[in-house]
């Protein structure tokens, strides 16, 4: 399986985090890319590819961008994930729509 991870290098704990955490998955063997959106990327897991892009040009160019980059390997993965990192006390999205579907009912 092949992981994009993007950074803008602004949150090294939480990448760090997010790397680990990646890297602790068993039974699938991983290719990770990170991609530097707009900058060179520091916390880099081992063997990792890694892109630099000059410019930050957002999230889908970054994941695009990291995407052409595994694609372009000897034997590109099967299947493409893009890892999103979680910032600690955000919402989470399942929650955001089910609070959203139970407001909708209750207006019905």
Not at 4 to 10: F, G, N, S
Not at 11 to 24: G, V
Request: hydrophobic share 40%.
């Amino acid at each position: 399986m092949d992981v994009v991870l993007l950074t803008m290098k602004d949150r090294p704990k939480e990448e760090a985090l997010a790397q680990k955490t990646l890297l602790a998955q068993t039974g699938v063997e991983l290719r990770v890319c990170l991609v530097g959106n707009g900058c060179i990327p520091q916390v880099v897991p081992p063997g990792a590819i890694t892109v630099a892009l000059p410019e930050n040009i957002g999230i889908p160019g970054g994941r695009n961008a990291g995407a052409r980059a595994l694609g372009e390997t000897e034997h590109p993965g099967d299947y493409l994930f893009f890892l999103v990192r979680v910032l600690k006390g955000a919402p989470r999205r399942d929650e955001a729509l089910s609070t959203g579907a139970r407001r909708k009912a209750n207006t019905i």
